[in-house]
């Protein structure tokens, strides 16, 4: 078995110079494995040869662990394996396979995998583990680990092997009792789970969420759940942040399938929205279409002495409608006038959810003290928020005034026993900044795990454990010291950002 190709001319190196998020790194390379035994010998090429290797899905990545220096690695090609064992209910994915793929393909038995993504229409099986990715379900389903049966992994040694739940670890000791507390979020994509490690045991969770860094993901067995019967939800509209501290409490104790969170902020962008300082949109799943229209009841009732806007929806054109205005959040974002850009520099922090309208007020007094207006929403039953920067690139002092909020935002998320992360994962941006939330024990702990998979730092070096000068917003997709590509790609490139194009193969690009 040979490896494949080494593609190293400019316009393929420029194509995958770019994911998603703020970066734009030049690669040496790009390899596209077709199968395992090729990947394999890639594997073994590096580690003799010592060229770092990034792992790739579809790129939709947020934080820059997708894109480097070294070969990127693009698994989105050969490992297009579907298989539905619908007695067992579980999906065995090859790692280019997409959430949409799986949920098309179980759809028939009547099956689904319940986290779900966005950003599912391009995200591959491969990514998401990677990322530990969740979505708006996740409030009731949890983020995609928890559905993961077994991993098909080639570790640096270029060995395939299974990793399978309920098997235990083959990692040589690490003290877990000399593990800090972890911050107690109901979602963390932040740094190797230990502590989810130090619970079950698993090797699984270690690979779950390591963002490339401790193996490549060849497939997934995914565990799917039956689709629920029936569905409703609510839009509630609040004229006041501080509504949140008894709201989502009171909303998640009805155990709902989403509660997405809306700010003034984004609201303000979209037309026809309600004008609230903060609207949720509630959805119910139920076995019965009574008991999903009751639970509705439940919360505009349980409520109604905080609300300034109410819209129910008890059928599907209704459930539609209510989530148009989350629909048009994107594409309101991507109607923004060129010199304002989009960039996710502190998109993915998560806090206790009883933290959650305080981390708001915190978001909101950093963009106004530093003058970046920011858009605000995302998962209110998780106390997990994403906050998209738009920045004036006219003004010179726009990466100074990004990196001063950056970093409040940091401060902000440790002041409330938060993470930097709550799905997108750490990537090159946040690897910098995991030792203040995990303390020295925590990081050496961190470095303890990667040198047991990967002591000569092949796969993705720089991503999770910081690179010796960590630079966060050095390296970026905009400004004057932008990477120079052709002007065709470039161009490309930002209107797959504006599309969310990302299922695009990107040699496409470089033709
Ligand atoms: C419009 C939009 C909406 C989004 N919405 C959500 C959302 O709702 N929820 C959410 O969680 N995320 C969301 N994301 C982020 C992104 O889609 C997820 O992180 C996704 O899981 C990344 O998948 P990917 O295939 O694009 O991976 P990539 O971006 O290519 O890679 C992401 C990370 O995984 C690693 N990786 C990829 N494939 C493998 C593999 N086979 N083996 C080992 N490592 C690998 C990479 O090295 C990198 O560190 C969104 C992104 C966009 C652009």
Redesign the pocket.
């Known amino acids: 078995m040979n490896a494949p190709k080494l593609l190293t001319d400019s316009r393929t190196r420029a194509a995958y110079a770019e ?2 998020g703020i970066y734009r790194i030049v690669p040496a390379g790009v390899a596209i494995p077709t199968n395992v035994g090729e990947l394999a010998e890639l594997v073994r090429w590096a580690s003799q040869t010592r060229t770092p290797l ?9 934080p820059g ?2 894109v480097g220096t070294g070969v990127i690695v693009d ?1 989105t090609r050969g490992f297009t394996d579907l298989t539905i064992d619908a007695k067992r209910r579980v999906a065995r994915c090859g ?1 280019s396979v997409t959430w949409a793929q799986v949920t098309e393909a179980a759809r028939v038995h009547g099956l689904r995998l319940p986290p779900d ?3 599912g229409a ?3 099986s ?3 583990v ?2 530990n ?3 708006p379900r996740s409030v009731r389903y949890g983020s995609v680990r928890q559905w993961v049966e077994a991993l098909e992994i080639v570790g640096v040694d270029g060995e395939p092997r299974t990793v399978r739940r309920g098997t235990g670890s083959r990692l040589p000791g690490i003290d877990l009792r000399l593990l800090p507390k972890f911050p107690r979020t109901r979602k963390s994509s932040s740094g190797y789970a230990l502590d989810r490690f130090a619970e079950s045991g698993d090797e699984l969770d270690l690979l779950i969420g390591s ?2 860094t401790l ?4 497939a997934v067995h995914w565990r799917l759940d039956p689709i629920p019967p029936d569905q409703a939800g609510v839009a509630l509209g609040f004229d006041e942040l501080g509504a949140l501290a008894e709201a989502v409490p009171f909303l998640l104790s009805l155990n709902p399938s989403a509660v997405e969170l809306l700010d003034a902020s984004l609201l303000r962008l979209i037309p026809d929205a309600p004008p609230s300082a903060v609207l949720l949109l509630v959805e119910f799943e139920r076995e019965t279409a009574a008991a999903a229209r009751g639970v509705v009841g439940d919360a505009v009732r349980g409520l109604k002495h905080h609300v300034a806007h109410v819209e129910t929806a008890v059928d599907r054109a209704g459930l539609e409608k209510l989530w148009e205005v989350r629909r048009l959040a ?1 594409p309101a974002l991507a109607r923004l006038p060129a010199s304002q850009r989009s960039l996710q520099v502190i998109e993915d922090g998560c806090v206790p959810v009883e933290q959650l309208g305080e981390y708001v007020v915190g978001l909101r007094a950093a963009a106004e003290r530093h003058r970046v207006p920011v858009a605000i929403f995302g998962h209110a039953g998780d106390g997990h928020v994403h906050v998209n920067a738009l920045p004036d690139l006219t003004q010179s002092s726009w990466t100074q005034s990004l990196t001063h909020l950056f970093n409040d935002v940091i401060e902000c998320l440790i002041r409330l026993d938060g993470v930097p992360s709550g ?3 750490v ?1 090159r941006l946040r690897a910098g900044v995991l030792e203040r939330f995990y303390g020295a024990t925590g990081m050496e702990a961190f470095r303890d795990v990667k040198r047991a998979y990967d002591p000569l730092s092949i796969l ?1 070096p720089g ?1 999770i454990i910081p690179a010796a000068d960590w630079t966060p917003l050095a390296g970026l997709k905009v400004g004057e010291d932008a990477a120079a590509i052709p002007d065709d790609i470039a161009a490309r490139l930002r209107e797959m950002e504006r599309a ?1 194009g ?1 299922g695009t193969p990107k040699l496409e690009l470089a033709r």
């Open positions: 994911g998603a990034i792992p790739r899905g579809a790129g939709s990545g947020m662990g997708n698994l790692a993504p966005s950003s391009f995200a591959t491969g990514g998401m990677a990322t990715a969740a979505g963002e490339g193996a490549l993901v060849t994107s799905e997108h994962g990537g993705n991503v969310a990302w």
